[in-house]
């Protein structure tokens, strides 16, 4: 209903029967789930995708690699116990062989140093890579802040990037006070 010309409110008077989940559980629940989502499909550290729920609404954001690894996101969700509705604010990254290619570089320049090869050996908790455009931004979580310099470092060394933004967060330390 959401996405309807002419509909600015809906009414939802419906309710879903069985145990109520609180949306505190339910956010770690598919944050957990969203996590593993598409992992055997190689390309799960080319996603970022944010959970937020409200009152059983759940709303996706950040970045998809492709539509395929999008509609995957919203399906999980969508079919998953204790969510009444899906807003989705999912972006999927611009299709461009050289944002593939610059994608793959920056990975092997992640990865492929031995100071941060820890994180490619848990698939649920790899830095996370989105380009658009030849801009690339960093997402996950690491366990210190030279974890997070080098990565931006690494990232920013790849021919072909204009620019780099580190969202990637320091396991510890509040995100408000990250530089």
Excluded: C
């Amino acid at each position: 209903m959401r996405k309807a010309k002419g509909i600015t409110a809906v009414r939802n008077l419906i309710e879903v029967a069985g145990p109520l989940i609180s949306d505190k559980d339910l956010q770690a629940k598919l944050a957990e789930d969203l996590a593993y989502d598409r992992v055997g499909w190689g390309d799960a550290a080319f996603n970022s995708i944010t959970v937020s729920v409200d009152h059983g609404l759940v709303t996706l954001g950040g970045h998809a690699r492709t539509d395929v690894d999008k509609d995957s996101a919203l399906a999980l969700v969508a079919t998953t116990r204790g969510v009444k509705d899906v807003v989705d604010e999912i972006e999927v990254d611009p299709v461009s062989i050289m944002d593939n290619q610059i994608r793959m570089e920056v990975a092997r320049a992640i990865y492929g140093y031995s100071f941060l090869s820890k994180y490619a050996v848990d698939p649920v908790k790899p830095i996370r890579i989105s380009v658009q455009n030849g801009h690339v931004e960093l997402y996950g979580l690491v366990d210190s802040q030279a974890d997070k310099d080098a990565a931006f470092m690494r990232a920013n060394g790849v021919p072909g990037v204009f620019s780099v933004k580190n969202n990637i967060q320091v396991a510890g330390q509040p995100a408000e006070t990250q530089k």
